[in-house]
């Protein structure tokens, strides 16, 4: 008997008849005697519904409110589930956040989970029933309501299954797996049987969609065994896998890309010691999450510092740094927010040297011009202007070859 | 420093305006210093959404989920006006009824409030912050989510008031007070300035729809002082008091009628003890809800037993019935379904003889046949054909000469 745990977004569960069909897939696993746990996320549409009529009431609305409202999504799905599956004959219950007890901190529409109650479920699943749970939410050590940020309910689902010890947990959605890039942009993109935690990290924090990046961090950390998988067929997904031996051996296994970020850069600071805890301190301490960072050679006693983060926070991240600016007496604060960043995921390339010149050869020779630049090991990223990003993409799927089927391991 | 609970309706809090609206009107009385305590419904609309989602998955949808599901219309609005509040600039917190907590039975859709831990209330009202609770709603020991059934919120709202000992229990709706019959039926119908507990819950429970009769029982236990008010026009609605002496001098307050009800009679039933018990108890045990009860005399060694219920649990009831007929081997079960119970209600009846008669006499000048006749001490209701409704009303209202202003005591 294995134990899986389920999750399925809101386009997944966007109609009574898709519900009907997430129960009958469900049912099926049931009845072939798998544990199961369904984590849902609300309705599609139905968080945006709900923003609507928060934001006509506040431009920027409470945030421990706007919990108590978007959390209502979640708890709409999960008994409407549960009802469907009883409609079957499935015995099922539902719970919220708050009823597992999933606590969080309190960072209201921000919050981490730390830690799970298990006794409600495991009672449950050794009754025979399916447990369904509401995604995306928990409750603070007060009580009060919290929401994990967009996305959150595939953290939901990698929590429990790490709570539970599940097997493994389904991400089912509208795609049939990762691919290489996003076929919207590259036509040739190719689903992957497998990826590396590694990679579907770096694809995920850069804009893959397909998986909020803390659930893979999570599913990292306690070792849950993910997989994406799509709603509407059959099929077995792709696998995140933690050892490498397995994963095709490419030598990079996906292009990722963001669009949703906005680059600043102060100039003419100081070059004296604590001068980027100085400029990056009050951004943190606004919530404010920075993705790239660089710090240019000084070519005086002053250096220019630069980074990128989520254009939702642009503004706030630009008031904050103007004040930085003039407390530490740097020269000036300048900003672009028609940015795109590109980045070549792959563990392969760890042990593949010019990975990145052949990236910075394709895309000069397409004229693109690089303004940033940042490598780990299995990453490198660019930022190029806006306009660039489908020709970069598409100009780097084709010169690493992955629109053609890779070598399998031991084949 | 008085303390308030507030409870606005469906209707109130229907849109986004409205809520803004109902947001001004707490502030004002938050603003002269009152403490208050405000109990909301869920958006006119929604309940009747989240149940039209759950019957398309189940005809009859499992009842625990179901509380899932509609709890959440509540959860909605106390968000939105405790932004609404706090766009105003003043202090508010919202709260779920597991939040409070409202603890109750664990009767789903019917659930019973048990007892209110007023800890939070009390913590965010002497921090001076409005607390907007969400109505209709609990939960059990076990944390399971429940309702109180429709119109519940009126009740949450009066236990809300008596576990806080607040000083009144102000009920906004969408009529201004309560009338001597429903103005839809009798344009002359007339606001009381008050009305005892007894005559109001008699009017309640009859069908008049101004409060829920739950909330007016508990009121009168709590000696709790109620006030029907409307939420979008100023006035001082009507007082729901304790004292007699201090309402109008009239034989009778009011015209009650109920159109949602059904009756059921078994004929020949044998005239043993315990024969009431046996038809009785199986439709108690169904959880269904009987008003009116009548037993003829017996004509041989049989009697005739009728009583009536909810038309929505009215095939229920007649199935139980059937089976009870067969067991005690009784006659016949007989039904109507388009019946209506017409009440005049009135504590001034107490010492007046002849108001039966004079009732009744009415009724046969207008040749409408009574079918049940059932007598309190401040009422007299009649079941007759649902036909006749209108008539009845309107000359029961003008022989009691309720359209004229009464006596004022001590005028």
Same mark, same amino acid.
């Given at each position: 008997?294995?134990?899986?745990?389920?999750?399925?977004?809101?386009?997944?569960?966007?109609?009574?008849?898709?519900?009907?069909?997430?129960?009958?897939?469900?049912?099926?696993?049931?009845?072939?005697?798998?544990?199961?746990?369904?984590?849902?996320?609300?309705?599609?549409?139905?968080?945006?519904?709900?923003?609507?009529?928060?934001?006509?009431?506040?431009?920027?609305?409470?945030?421990?409110?706007?919990?108590?409202?978007?959390?209502?999504?979640?708890?709409?799905?999960?008994?409407?589930?549960?009802?469907?599956?009883?409609?079957?004959?499935?015995?099922?219950?539902?719970?919220?956040?708050?009823?597992?007890?999933?606590?969080?901190?309190?960072?209201?529409?921000?919050?981490?989970?730390?830690?799970?109650?298990?006794?409600?479920?495991?009672?449950?699943?050794?009754?025979?029933?399916?447990?369904?749970?509401?995604?995306?939410?928990?409750?603070?050590?007060?009580?009060?309501?919290?929401?994990?940020?967009?996305?959150?309910?595939?953290?939901?689902?990698?929590?429990?299954?790490?709570?539970?010890?599940?097997?493994?947990?389904?991400?089912?959605?509208?795609?049939?797996?990762?691919?290489?890039?996003?076929?919207?942009?590259?036509?040739?993109?190719?689903?992957?049987?497998?990826?590396?935690?590694?990679?579907?990290?770096?694809?995920?924090?850069?804009?893959?969609?397909?998986?909020?990046?803390?659930?893979?961090?999570?599913?990292?950390?306690?070792?849950?065994?993910?997989?994406?998988?799509?709603?509407?067929?059959?099929?077995?997904?792709?696998?995140?896998?933690?050892?490498?031996?397995?994963?095709?051996?490419?030598?990079?296994?996906?292009?990722?890309?963001?669009?949703?970020?906005?680059?600043?850069?102060?100039?003419?600071?100081?070059?004296?010691? =604590?001068? !980027?805890? $100085?400029?990056?301190?009050?951004? &943190?301490?606004?919530? %404010?999450? +920075?993705? #790239? /960072?660089?710090?240019?050679?000084?070519?005086?006693?002053?250096?220019?510092?630069?980074?990128?983060?989520?254009?939702?926070?642009?503004?706030?991240?630009?008031?904050?740094?103007?004040?930085?600016?003039?407390?530490?007496?740097?020269?000036?604060?300048?900003?672009?927010?028609?940015?795109?960043?590109?980045?070549?995921?792959?563990?392969?390339?760890?042990?593949?040297? =010019?990975? !990145?010149? $052949?990236?910075?050869?394709?895309? &000069?020779?397409?004229? %693109?011009? +690089?303004? #940033? /630049?940042?490598?780990?090991?299995?990453?490198?990223?660019?930022?190029?202007?806006?306009?660039?990003?489908?020709?970069?993409?598409?100009?780097?799927?084709?010169?690493?070859?992955?629109?053609?089927?890779?070598?399998?391991?031991?084949?």
């Amino acid at each position: 008997m294995a134990m899986y745990v389920y999750k399925f977004g809101g386009t997944s569960v966007g109609t009574v008849e898709r519900i009907k069909a997430v129960a009958e897939k469900v049912k099926a696993a049931h009845d072939k005697g798998d544990q199961l746990v369904v984590v849902l996320s609300a309705m599609s549409g139905e968080t945006n519904r709900l923003i609507d009529l928060a934001v006509q009431i506040q431009k920027t609305p409470v945030s421990r409110e706007m919990d108590v409202l978007l959390s209502t999504g979640e708890q709409v799905t999960v008994a409407l589930l549960s009802m469907a599956l009883q409609e079957l004959g499935c015995p099922a219950c539902s719970y919220t956040g708050g009823q597992v007890r999933i606590e969080t901190d309190s960072v209201h529409t921000k919050a981490r989970i730390k830690s799970i109650d298990d006794v409600k479920i495991r009672a449950d699943l050794n009754a025979g029933k399916v447990v369904v749970v509401a995604g995306f939410q928990g409750v603070d050590v007060s009580g009060n309501i919290t929401t994990l940020g967009r996305g959150g309910s595939d953290t939901s689902a990698v929590a429990l299954a790490a709570a539970l010890k599940a097997d493994e947990c389904h991400i089912y959605t509208d795609v049939d797996g990762v691919y290489t890039t996003d076929p919207r942009i590259e036509p040739k993109a190719r689903r992957l049987d497998k990826i590396t935690f590694e990679e579907m990290l770096e694809m995920a924090s850069l804009g893959s969609k397909v998986l909020q990046i803390r659930s893979v961090e999570f599913a990292g950390k306690y070792n849950v065994a993910l997989r994406v998988l799509s709603s509407f067929s059959e099929g077995r997904g792709t696998l995140i896998t933690y050892e490498e031996s397995e994963v095709e051996q490419a030598l990079i296994s996906g292009i990722a890309f963001n669009k949703d970020e906005a680059k600043l850069t102060i100039t003419g600071v100081p070059d004296i010691p =604590g001068a !980027a805890f $100085k400029i990056l301190g009050p951004v &943190a301490d606004a919530n %404010i999450e +920075i993705d #790239m /960072i660089i710090q240019n050679v000084a070519d005086d006693a002053t250096t220019d510092f630069t980074f990128t983060v989520h254009r939702n926070d642009f503004v706030k991240a630009r008031e904050i740094l103007t004040n930085v600016c003039n407390d530490l007496g740097a020269r000036a604060v300048t900003t672009d927010d028609s940015i795109v960043k590109v980045s070549i995921v792959g563990v392969g390339m760890r042990s593949h040297a =010019g990975i !990145a010149s $052949k990236m910075f050869e394709v895309l &000069a020779k397409e004229a %693109i011009n +690089i303004r #940033m /630049i940042a490598t780990s090991e299995i990453k490198i990223s660019v930022v190029i202007d806006e306009k660039y990003l489908e020709l970069a993409v598409r100009a780097l799927h084709k010169a690493f070859e992955l629109d053609k089927e890779p070598k399998q391991v031991g084949a």
